[in-house]
């Protein structure tokens, strides 16, 4: 799940020349292709995967969202390489997400290629496999923390956000910490990006200069922050470390699991770094009216790169944005800048006096 908006400026992605989400399994470097994914949702448009070719088979970095038209638009991208499902010797998975997980857990399931995942991600996964609703009932408490209580119902309401069991199971293997994986001749450094979610990771070939990123550095939107059920304290923290994390490492071509190959690593963690200082400017002075929920504090920032008004947003887009105002908020308060009062309608921000 991302927020902030999809833009088409940069979309063509160099290694098609064509709009990223092209299908097909377009080559970036010798042995590693990029295979976009349809999800069943406008907004992101698409998911990569990305494909190693290995002596003894492929390893995926991300699976997709396990629908049948994405598997039948991987099956056919992958007979572009000469290759098929049976070939699938591992998948390594950045985050959760269903639009990432599922498919691999699937495909991994029915191939007996082992599935590997951040053990962070494992509250996440108790939830989705615990009593029918709990992942749900989760996710609503967060909107209400957030002071999004009035949202509740919609969301609620909205179809097709319960999960399906079916595409949901634990990984074969957990990855835990920052540790390099053999992959074939490669090596890819697999390091620990909590934020976007609490298990996320990257891995970084830096022999061959590539960062497959996952959602935690997307080129032309910002993933979203503080959507996580269970709710981590302080996700926006754990995110901006995140990201100077993966500044300390050689500046990297980019692959995203959203949007067209990037030439640079560094100047897009940068840019992410920009933009998140520059909405807590924003989050503090808008606490000078007045002690204020995430929800509150939401309706006086600009979304999406367009700017839209808080009452633009659809009903889905205002819980993001409600959430993640209040993951700007929760920092504000871990630098010292701000308090916090849980109370009935929501944590509530005010500015150190
Ligand atoms: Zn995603």
Same mark, same amino acid.
Not at 27 to 33: L, W
Not at 168 to 187: F, K, Q
Not at 190 to 206: C, I, Q, R
Not at 249 to 261: E, F, K
């Given at each position: 799940?991302?927020?902030?908006?999809?833009?088409?400026?940069?979309?063509?992605?160099? %290694?098609?020349?064509?709009?990223?989400?092209? !299908?097909?399994?377009?080559?970036?470097?010798?042995?590693?292709?990029?295979?976009? +994914?349809?999800?069943?949702?406008?907004?992101?448009?698409?998911?990569?995967? =990305?494909?190693? !070719?290995?002596?003894?088979? +492929?390893?995926?970095?991300?699976?997709?969202? *396990?629908?049948?038209?994405?598997?039948?638009?991987?099956e056919r991208s992958l007979r572009q390489i000469g290759a098929g499902f049976a070939d699938i010797r591992r998948f390594l998975v950045t985050h959760v997400h269903r639009?990432? =997980?599922?498919?691999?857990?699937?495909?991994?399931? %029915?191939?007996?290629?082992? /599935?590997?995942?951040?053990?962070?991600?494992?509250?996440?996964?108790?939830?989705?496999?615990?009593? !029918?609703?709990?992942?749900?009932?989760?996710?609503?408490?967060? +909107?209400?923390?957030?002071?999004?209580?009035?949202?509740?119902?919609?969301?609620?309401? *909205?179809?097709?956000?319960?999960?399906?069991?079916?595409?949901?199971? =634990?990984?074969?293997?957990?990855?835990?910490?920052?540790?390099?994986?053999?992959?074939?001749?490669?090596?890819?450094?697999?390091?620990?990006?909590?934020?976007?979610?609490?298990?996320?990771?990257?891995?970084? %070939?830096?022999?061959?200069?590539?960062?497959?990123?996952?959602?935690?550095?997307l080129p032309t939107i910002t993933p979203s922050i503080g959507f996580t059920a269970p709710a981590p304290i302080d996700p926006l923290g754990d995110f901006m470390a995140?990201?100077?994390?993966?500044?300390?490492?050689?500046?990297?071509? +980019?692959?995203?699991?959203?949007?067209?190959?990037?030439?640079?690593?560094?100047?897009?963690?940068?840019?992410?770094?920009?933009?998140?200082?520059?909405?807590?400017?924003?989050?503090?002075?808008a606490l000078a009216h007045g002690p204020a929920t995430g929800f509150d504090v939401a309706h006086e920032l600009g979304w999406t790169r367009h700017e839209r008004s808080?009452?633009?947003?659809?009903?889905?887009?205002?819980?993001?944005?409600?959430?993640?105002?209040?993951?700007?908020?929760?920092?504000? /308060?871990?630098?010292?800048?701000?308090?916090?009062?849980?109370?009935?309608?929501?944590?509530?921000?005010?500015?150190?006096?």
């Amino acid at each position: 799940m991302t927020s902030s908006g999809a833009s088409t400026a940069n979309a063509v992605s160099p %290694d098609s020349g064509e709009h990223w989400s092209a !299908e097909g399994a377009w080559q970036v470097a010798d042995g590693i292709h990029r295979i976009p +994914l349809p999800l069943p949702l406008d907004g992101l448009k698409a998911v990569n995967v =990305y494909v190693l !070719e290995t002596d003894d088979g +492929l390893v995926l970095i991300d699976g997709g969202w *396990a629908i049948e038209a994405a598997r039948s638009v991987l099956e056919r991208s992958l007979r572009q390489i000469g290759a098929g499902f049976a070939d699938i010797r591992r998948f390594l998975v950045t985050h959760v997400h269903r639009d990432h =997980y599922t498919m691999a857990a699937v495909i991994g399931g %029915d191939h007996g290629a082992p /599935v590997s995942l951040g053990a962070d991600e494992k509250p996440a996964l108790d939830l989705l496999l615990g009593p !029918e609703g709990a992942a749900q009932e989760a996710i609503l408490r967060g +909107l209400v923390t957030a002071g999004a209580g009035s949202l509740v119902e919609g969301w609620r309401r *909205a179809p097709g956000d319960a999960p399906d069991p079916a595409m949901w199971r =634990y990984p074969d293997t957990w990855l835990d910490g920052d540790h390099s994986i053999a992959v074939g001749a490669r090596t890819l450094d697999a390091v620990h990006t909590p934020g976007h979610t609490p298990g996320h990771f990257v891995f970084a %070939d830096t022999s061959e200069q590539v960062l497959f990123a996952g959602d935690h550095v997307l080129p032309t939107i910002t993933p979203s922050i503080g959507f996580t059920a269970p709710a981590p304290i302080d996700p926006l923290g754990d995110f901006m470390a995140s990201l100077t994390k993966v500044r300390t490492l050689p500046d990297l071509r +980019l692959l995203p699991a959203h949007g067209p190959v990037a030439p640079s690593s560094h100047a897009r963690v940068d840019e992410l770094l920009a933009h998140h200082e520059h909405r807590l400017t924003l989050s503090l002075a808008a606490l000078a009216h007045g002690p204020a929920t995430g929800f509150d504090v939401a309706h006086e920032l600009g979304w999406t790169r367009h700017e839209r008004s808080f009452g633009e947003l659809d009903l889905f887009n205002q819980g993001l944005a409600a959430q993640e105002t209040k993951a700007h908020l929760e920092l504000l /308060v871990a630098r010292g800048l701000a308090t916090r009062e849980d109370t009935p309608v929501g944590v509530v921000f005010a500015p150190v006096p």
